[in-house]
């Protein structure tokens, strides 16, 4: 008797060990002023994205609990030097923009004219770790935010 409650006990607790919700884990995508093009995956530091606008327009939505994360290597983002049109649109929920840090990491938009430099129509976005210049509004939020 005690071997097959032991056996229940065990087959019980694998099949509720199953049931478990997999704990889903955030895409982390990079963007570097540095990278050549955005023809990299965008998956890791060296296949970095160049522009933060085609990021924005390639991760998919995260979720609520497992947002995507755009992660931005230090540097200074703008039209001039790498690349960027502003305003950078931020249509898909639940995506994170991080910066490097305020010191590190700018948004520029002084060569595009009085624009904002984020546009968010979305909801659960974020944004830290930047300095904005040059732009009518930093982030211009429609929706969420």
């Not at 997999?22 to 982390?28: E, I, M, N, R």
């Not at 490097?100 to 009085?114: K, M, P, Q, V, Y």
């Amino acid at each position: 008797m005690k071997h097959r409650n032991q056996w229940l006990l065990t087959s019980t607790l694998a099949v509720a060990l199953l049931a478990l919700p997999v704990l889903a884990a955030a895409t982390t995508y990079y963007v570097d002023d540095d990278a050549a093009d955005n023809s990299g995956d965008g998956l890791t530091q060296a296949t970095a994205w160049k522009t933060i606008k085609y990021a924005a327009a390639t991760v998919p939505a995260g979720t609520a609990a497992v947002p995507n994360i755009i992660m931005v290597l230090p540097g200074t983002y703008d039209n001039t030097n790498n690349g960027e049109v502003f305003p950078i649109a931020f249509d898909n929920d639940y995506v994170s923009l991080t910066g490097a840090g305020s010191g590190t990491t700018t948004i520029d938009a002084e060569s595009a004219g009085s624009v904002d430099a984020l546009r968010v129509d979305a909801t659960g976005f974020s944004a830290s770790g930047f300095t904005f210049d040059n732009a009518s509004s930093a982030i211009y939020i429609y929706e969420g935010g």
